[in-house]
């Protein structure tokens, strides 16, 4: 894993090249390579994983005319190597890096579609003047661009971009908009407005001042009703442990994060079956007032246990002195999934263990485990109760509930399945993703109008990917949403989340479930063998019964989160006002002081649980301070 920055445009400073790519040396602490000439400049960090001795990059082709900078690994670059060399390309290292410029100069931009793996790569052709950028189909690893003055650059994180100086910063309207209403900026937006993301699945080519973008794959969610659940339980768990297996190659040790639910430990069980010495794994709980929060590190145990693993525990105590500065650095830009401080730990406890560490990630949208899933199927259900009913009985009453002592949603998840009921069904997954209830939504913003129009434009963003053609069936299809997540939620929050806190300790992060053969394959099982008598991930559980104890198939989800809505009315109370004070707020006056005051009377009062607004909002403001008022 690495970090990769570059800038095309005539007589690019050495000095500024070398600033700018050093800004990434948490990504590779190990090396650092550069190539300058008349047009561009290239910068790479270094983590060193495979080819410990050689594949320092830049890394260049036979007559060196071409060179990569690349971020990732690619999983079968051993077989692709030998397919090349039976080709007639002649290798210099023993690495996939090289062979990504040889596939490049075999088969030209369609050599991403050769590749499986996670990668963010940039190739230099210096006969043609042509730089080509390539992101992993599922958006694993991050790439950034933005053109200012004629300059085009691009990088790992945007922090490599914003050591120029002379780039403008300011804050994009719809990337602030949509922050606020899921948590984090989705799509090609950024907070900046001259700053994109390359999307998933997605290449660019930059050519005389001009780039043009090409989609060279997508998931297409077309179920197999032929087939049966043994069928799809014998594929399923084949390529899951090909998967595992390939994921397995390093020359540097290795482990597994274990939260102890399904998905990490189907992977540490299957790595515990192809590996001869015992996984390393690695769990989280949590300290102070934890109110409702189901504590997972004694399932993680049970599972430790059965495979034999060396296993670590950390316990994260809600005292953020300077970690919050810490993990706004990290992201650039406002990202308040507050699943970045266990994700924080974790990483930094198994990167004093191992170097890479495998992840269960993925597993929630290929077998259907998140909640929202099952409050989609049955509001499905309840909309044929009439409107009226729901509207003027129902909702009012449930609106009336006070939210629970403990901090847990069961009451808060409530009031949202019923608010979203009775809209259709585009709409109401949406109204299951936002984090605004509307009579806050619409007072949110100091000036509403500058922001009305975006309200619309992030629900046809995610709307647009429910209503997707790559999804057969009709628009009640758990399909929908699953493809949704998988381009949005999962590319913009969580393997966001996780590449930037694992990078933050120089710990590269493998995620078995999102290879695309065997997502492919997930995309063809019927919903209703995923989400099946009211149990979410049926499928999967009956999959993994020889592989796992039945207390962790069965126990409740927790998922990766803390107690966020417990610490922000007790530990963390006086750190929140302080930091979303007046004066603060003044600092910017985008959002409405009063709004702001009603967001935390409620939430203090245990009326509405309001946590992940309550900690986008704090988030956004220590990134103000940083980026904008500080820069």
Not at 64 to 70: A, L, P, Q, S
Not at 348 to 365: F, H, M, P, Q, Y
Not at 438 to 449: K, L, V
Request: aromatic share 12%.
């Amino acid at each position: 894993m690495c970090g990769i920055f570059g800038i095309a445009a005539p007589n690019v400073d050495r000095n500024f090249l070398e600033n700018a790519t050093n800004t990434l040396t948490h990504r590779g602490p190990d090396a650092a390579g550069y190539y300058l000439d008349d047009h561009i400049g290239l910068g790479h960090r270094r983590l060193s994983i495979i080819d410990l001795a050689g594949s320092n990059q830049p890394i260049f082709n036979e007559d060196r005319t071409k060179c990569i900078v690349f971020n990732g690994e690619i999983y079968n670059y051993a077989d692709l190597r030998n397919r090349l060399l039976a080709l007639g390309h002649n290798f210099a290292t023993h690495g996939d890096t090289e062979t990504i410029l040889h596939a490049y100069e075999e088969w030209g931009e369609s050599c991403v579609e050769y590749l499986s793996g996670m990668f963010a790569f940039a190739i230099w052709d210096a006969i043609e003047r042509v730089l080509f950028l390539a992101r992993d189909r599922l958006g694993i690893k991050p790439l950034f661009y933005g053109v200012n003055n004629g300059r085009f650059s691009f990088a790992s994180e945007m922090k490599a971009i914003l050591a120029d100086e002379q780039f403008p910063r300011g804050i994009d309207d719809f990337a602030l908009n949509s922050y606020f209403m899921l948590s984090y900026i989705p799509g090609e937006a950024t907070i900046y407005p001259k700053i994109r993301k390359l999307l998933p699945g997605h290449t660019l080519t930059w050519r005389d001042k001009n780039f043009s973008i090409r989609k060279y794959w997508d998931l297409a969610f077309v179920p197999d009703k032929g087939k049966s659940e043994d069928y799809f339980i014998r594929g399923a768990m084949d390529l899951l442990g090909q998967s595992v297996d390939s994921h397995l190659v390093s020359e540097v040790p290795l482990g597994a994060f274990l939260s102890g639910g399904l998905d990490s430990s189907a992977i540490v069980a299957l790595m515990s079956k192809s590996t001869k010495s015992p996984v390393n794994t690695f769990c989280m709980g949590f300290g102070g007032e934890v109110g409702g929060y189901l504590d997972e590190r004694p399932y993680a145990r049970i599972v430790a246990d059965r495979y034999a693993a060396r296993h670590k525990e950390f316990e994260v105590q809600p005292n953020f002195e300077g970690l919050v500065e810490t993990i706004v650095r990290a992201f650039d830009e406002p990202f308040a999934d507050d699943s970045a401080i266990p994700s924080y730990f974790v990483c930094k406890i198994a990167r004093e263990n191992v170097t890479v560490a495998l992840s269960g990630l993925g597993g929630d949208e290929a077998f259907a485990g998140y909640e929202r899933y099952l409050g989609f199927a049955l509001s499905g259900w309840l909309r044929q109760i009439p409107s009226v009913f729901l509207k003027g009985m129902v909702q009012p009453l449930v609106e009336r509930l006070p939210e629970r002592n403990d901090g847990h949603y069961t009451v808060n998840h409530m009031k949202r399945f019923i608010r979203s009921a009775v809209l259709p069904p585009d709409e109401r997954y949406f109204g299951f993703l936002h984090k605004m209830k509307p009579d806050i939504r619409n007072n949110f913003f100091a000036n509403p109008e500058q922001f009305d129009q975006h309200n619309a434009s992030c629900r046809d963003l995610v709307l647009g990917h429910f209503n997707s053609s790559n999804v057969s069936g009709n628009s009640e299809s758990l399909n929908r949403p699953l493809y949704c997540d998988i381009k949005s939620y999962l590319p913009e929050d969580i393997l966001c989340v996780t590449d930037r806190m694992s990078m933050q300790h120089g710990l590269e992060v493998r995620v078995p479930f999102l290879d695309h053969k065997f997502l492919e394959f997930s995309a063809t099982i019927p919903a209703e063998m995923k989400l099946k008598f009211m149990q979410k991930k049926y499928l999967m559980k009956k999959a993994v019964r020889g592989l796992l104890p039945k207390d962790i198939i069965s126990h409740r989800k927790q998922g990766f989160v803390g107690p966020m809505t417990s610490w922000l009315k007790s530990d963390l109370k006086s750190f929140v006002l302080e930091t979303l004070s007046e004066g603060n707020l003044c600092k910017h006056n985008l959002l409405n002081r009063g709004t702001v005051r009603t967001i935390l009377d409620e939430h203090f009062s245990g009326r509405e649980i309001h946590d992940t607004l309550i900690w986008a909002m704090v988030i956004f403001q220590t990134w103000y301070n940083i980026y904008i008022d500080k820069r």
